[in-house]
């Protein structure tokens, strides 16, 4: 707010000054408290537009008083001449000339608005998203700890509850540590079954965040003990929804998966859980007897005490790390640790929000930040054919005195009040631009709540609307620096007309716009090639956009025994395959692109024994039920695929993925018929086939070598009978529209059980479509930007040209009166259109491929100097940019002989 | 465009420089307060400029229809407070007595029942 009072004092300067003495206290206390009124009733956005109006409100105002006052005082010699009445003079005659040429001040002002507006909203992208710390108390502190196993062929994998445990217990560099896990709950007893996400977490995860509940208490150690009373934390938007935020909902239980739990507290409104907004909080409850050095499934955030850095948080993990094989007897050796060159990462809690979002955003503001380059050379260019025009006045103003510094500093004063009106209208255009661009915006762009036009947004608008006045205020003052009085008065515009060196800094700024277009014409034919080169994939599976997709939870506390859920997941597949429409039907612990289910498993291989202590390969197992590969129409290579008596009497078989396959044994036929077991105490397990490999990790990812087991295992892990519970159910259809099956499908699971809770309905293709969400967001986001630059830098040629064909009219004339033909004088002006797009071309080039290097993480099989990419934009640029100059040409062909020597 | 003269009576009232009479006519407020009086009144049909109202207030006084008051407390004390002088009193019931006549002949119209 201070930034506002002083920015605001400063605009009011611009009355005069018995105006100033009497009313500047009034107006800015009057404006505040306004902006706060507006601010608490009516949000952020509204305070926008309540300052833009005001400030265009205030400048007419002030408009309006210097002219009564000079009405009313007859040139009453000004006192002194220092800087700040210098300003306002000068604004004052900026101000009026802007009433003298609505046309002009609206073109320049609109096209500025755009380029600053666009710029600006990217930034506050920026800003919300990388820039701005995390709304966390003392957010530097927080760090996300995982492990590393390349040994093992990880790269990174979460954290585990045993390394949490160590890492508790033992650290000399976290303040403390906390595990926690986003899950899916059913909610039931209430009027309908919901599945509803949560997140468990360990006792220390609110106090090292410093999140306090806002209604009752955090988990506390007891929370978390294995056999503690099941408790709850609402989140602030359930209990809202689902309670009407009741204050007296303390003490009250939820069924939650089908376990009475008291609910012991409500968090704070507006927080949320890093990216995640869960309804519910659930104590992530750990019985250290049981706890193995496996499991590397959890996530860890620690605080580290203050002062201590990221390497010393490294050094002391790498002296914890061994005391885990010896604390927790099962699970990995430390032999095993060894083999596999077991580490820990520690990173900014920050940058692990972020992701890789961070290139995609920087690339952005850079494309928008080239239009606003472009939109100041167009108004540069204005200024420019002004200049010319008016030179005539300011060659009579230095005739009778005025300064070569004032004559600047008026041109300067004048451009950057353009500039900051273009900057208050651009803010109008960045609101409008941001609220479009975040409903396109991909889902996954982490902070999105954290988005906003925050003070530091305004002053970057404010700042760059400074600059970019100031920039193209200089080419006119460049221009004028080179005035000759003398030949200006005596009406030498004429005269002069014809040299062609006048024309040189108009050609250049023009040959800058075909420049910078083809740089960003560039970077969006790079993007358009990486999404075609993404489509092309064959993901692993046919026509996506005819398969439902829903997710059902088989939760133990409603069907305990595990055959009769096994039956249970038949009966739901058998009902649904009998629904009008639909071909077949499958089940499975996920669908590809989809959230993950299964898991990585240790695989044992009859043909490659693994030394004893030494670490089986790990590979992804995905539980799946009969008829999965027909209704993803993934094909079988060779083999065969589940039947349905596998799966019922339990047989020891299982299929593979290509590359799994082709990992071992060389070829897809050989697999057939070898043995593998996903633990040793499983029973060999028989390869009946092989089936093609599917992008399960999102398109631009390998296809991993996945197995594939039945959902049902008569010994799994020594447990018994073991059933995948979470499944998803996969349904494909000849319905035109595949959503209509929910309704019906939801009837068939509330058939069997009432209590059930159905979520997360899609179809397949959505969920392709959000795995290519980053690439198509910026291939979306780069071409508005480049469609805005070519059409501006289009525009700006075709001034330039134009402008040069008017002021050449009379040398035309003569050379027509002297006999030259049409297409001569067409040859003549496109000949100049073609040299400056040449220049463009030449310039913007090499600068492309210095550029578009930046963006090499975002591009996906193809190189940032791709020949076709920049072949094709250079001739389309090139294309445009005649376009523009055909125009001017066939008006420069009209070119009456007689008309053109008359106005000698 | 805004070159007319600044005259003493503002012989003209803007309907800004009205509704600032009306607003004062039941008591005396400073610019704020006659600011929320104004958008309330209207239900929030007028936005009203900072500028454009202290330009109006100056005009005003400057005609003699309202003049400044010192505040017996004073809390804000930026805040400077107005009131109607009897000549606004008259000037503000003259216009509005015209702009009743309007409102009638309106009615007669039956451009309310539209």
């Not at chain 1, 046919?542 to 069907?559: D, M, Q, Y």
């Not at chain 1, 039956?567 to 071909?583: H, Y």
Request: hydrophobic share 45%; proline share 5%; with cysteine.
């Amino acid at each position: 707010m201070k930034l506002m009072d002083k920015l605001l004092h400063w605009l009011l300067r611009l009355f005069p000054k018995d105006f100033r003495n009497r009313h500047e206290e009034e107006v800015v206390d009057l404006l505040t408290s306004k902006s706060k009124e507006i601010r608490e009733r009516r949000g952020r956005m509204a305070v926008i537009f309540f300052w833009t109006f005001h400030v265009f409100d205030l400048v007419w105002s002030a408009v309006q008083e210097r002219q009564e006052e000079r009405w009313s005082m007859t040139q009453r010699h000004r006192s002194g001449d220092h800087l700040v009445t210098t300003l306002v003079r000068e604004i004052s005659y900026a101000l009026r000339g802007f009433q003298r040429q609505p046309m002009f001040t609206a073109v320049a002002i609109l096209t500025l608005a755009l380029g600053i507006g666009a710029t600006t909203a990217i930034f506050s992208v920026v800003n919300g998203v990388l820039l701005k710390p995390l709304r966390l108390d003392r957010s530097d502190e927080l760090v996300a700890v995982s492990h590393t196993a390349p040994g093992l062929g990880f790269d990174e994998i979460p954290a585990s509850r045993a390394t949490y445990l160590i890492f508790r217990d033992e650290s000399r560099v976290f303040e403390d540590i906390g595990l926690w896990q986003a899950i899916r709950t059913a909610v039931t007893g209430m009027d309908q079954p919901e599945q509803v996400q949560a997140v468990r977490v360990t006792d220390g995860i609110f106090p090292l965040l410093r999140i306090r509940a806002a209604i009752g208490r955090r988990f506390v150690p007891d929370d978390v003990a294995p056999e503690a009373a099941p408790t709850v934390i609402l989140g602030n938007g359930y209990w809202r929804r689902r309670f009407g935020g009741d204050r007296n909902v303390l003490g009250r239980s939820l069924r939650i998966d089908g376990v009475e739990s008291e609910i012991i507290g409500v968090m704070p409104e507006g927080f949320r859980f890093l990216q995640h907004d869960p309804a519910i909080y659930l104590p992530f409850q750990i019985d250290r007897s049981t706890v193995a050095l496996t499991d590397f499934s959890y996530q860890a955030i620690a605080r580290l005490r203050p002062g201590v850095g990221l390497s010393e948080a490294l050094d002391d993990a790498a002296r914890m790390l061994p005391l885990a094989p010896k604390r927790f007897s099962r699970g990995l050796t430390a032999d095993m640790l060894e083999d596999a060159r077991f580490g820990t990462i520690v990173r900014p809690l920050k940058d692990v929000l972020i992701g890789d979002i961070g290139s995609v955003l920087w690339v952005l503001l850079g494309a928008v930040g080239l239009v606003l380059f472009i939109a100041c050379a167009n108004v540069g260019n204005l200024f420019l054919v002004r200049a010319e025009t008016r030179q005539r006045e300011i060659a009579i103003r230095s005739a009778i005195g005025a300064a070569r510094s004032r004559i600047a500093v008026q041109s300067l004063v004048e451009s950057t009040l353009f500039g900051i009106l273009g900057g208050a209208l651009g803010l109008g255009v960045a609101y409008v631009g941001l609220r479009l661009l975040l409903r396109i915006g991909p889902g996954e762009l982490p902070r999105l709540s954290e988005i906003t036009i925050d003070p530091t947004v305004l002053l970057f608008c404010f700042v760059i609307s400074t600059l970019a006045g100031l920039l193209f205020g200089l080419f006119p003052v460049m221009h004028h620096g080179r005035l000759d009085v003398a030949v200006a008065l005596r009406g030498g515009e004429r005269g002069a007309s014809d040299a062609p060196q006048r024309h040189r800094l108009r050609n250049l700024l023009a040959a800058f716009e075909v420049a910078v277009s083809l740089i960003l014409l560039i970077g969006s034919g790079l993007m358009i090639r990486s999404f075609q080169a993404l489509r092309n994939i064959e993901p692993g599976f046919e026509r996506p956009g005819e398969v439902f997709v829903v997710s059902l939870t088989l939760t133990s506390s409603e069907i305990r025994d595990p055959e009769r859920a096994a039956q249970m997941v038949e009966q739901v597949l058998d009902r649904v395959t009998r629904l009008p429409g639909v071909t077949s039907a499958t089940s499975a612990s996920s669908v590809p692109m989809g959230p993950t289910g299964g898991g990585g498993y240790a695989i044992e291989l009859e043909d490659f024994p693994t030394r004893s202590g030494q670490l089986p390969p790990v590979h992804w197992i995905k539980f799946v039920a009969a008829d999965y590969f027909a209704t993803m129409e993934s094909p079988v290579l060779a083999g065969r695929s589940f039947t349905r008596d596998d799966i019922r009497e339990r047989k020891p078989v299982v299929v593979v993925a290509e590359n799994f396959a082709r990992k071992y044994w060389g070829e897809v036929e050989d697999a057939v018929g070898k043995r593998i077991r996903p633990s040793s105490s499983e029973p060999w397990r028989e390869i009946i086939g092989v089936v093609g490999n599917v992008h399960d990790n999102g398109v631009a990812r390998n296809a991993p070598a996945t197995v594939y087991i039945p959902f049902v295992l008569a010994d799994f892990d020594g447990d018994g009978i073991f059933v995948q519970r979470r499944m998803t159910y996969a349904i494909r259809t000849t319905r035109p529209s595949p959503m209509t099956l929910l309704p019906e499908v939801r009837q068939v699971v509330w058939s069997l059980n009432s209590n059930l809770p159905l979520a997360n309905a899609q179809t397949l293709d959505e969920i392709l479509a959000r795995s290519m969400a980053r690439t198509s967001f910026a291939l979306v986001m780069l071409g508005i930007a480049t469609v805005v630059a070519v059409a501006l830098g289009a525009v700006g040629t075709y001034g330039v040209i134009s402008y040069v064909v008017a002021r050449r009219t009379r040398e035309i004339g003569v050379r027509m009166a002297l006999g030259a033909q049409q297409q001569d004088v067409r040859q003549l002006v496109l000949l100049q259109g073609g040299f400056v797009a040449l220049v463009g071309v030449a310039i913007g080039l090499p600068a492309a491929a210095g550029l578009t290097r930046l963006m090499t993480a975002m591009l996906f099989d193809v190189k940032s100097v791709d020949p076709l990419t920049y072949g094709v934009a250079a001739a389309g640029i090139a294309a445009v940019s005649l376009l523009a100059c055909y125009v001017p040409a066939r008006r420069a062909t009209r070119v009456s002989p007689i008309v053109a020597l008359r106005e000698e | 465009m805004g070159r007319r003269p600044c005259t003493d009576e503002a012989s003209k009232l803007t309907p800004l420089m009205f509704q600032i009479l009306l607003a004062l006519s039941a008591s005396e407020r400073h610019g704020y307060a006659i600011m929320q009086e104004i958008e309330e009144r209207t239900d929030g049909e007028f936005s009203i400029g900072a500028g454009s109202l202290y330009r109006s207030i100056k005009l005003l006084v400057n005609a003699g229809l309202i003049t400044e008051v010192r505040p017996e407390t004073q809390v804000h004390s930026q805040r400077r407070y107005y009131r109607l002088t009897p000549n606004g009193r008259q000037r503000a019931a003259a216009e509005a007595r015209v702009f009743h006549s309007m409102v009638t002949w309106a009615r007669d119209a039956h451009l309310f029942e539209l």
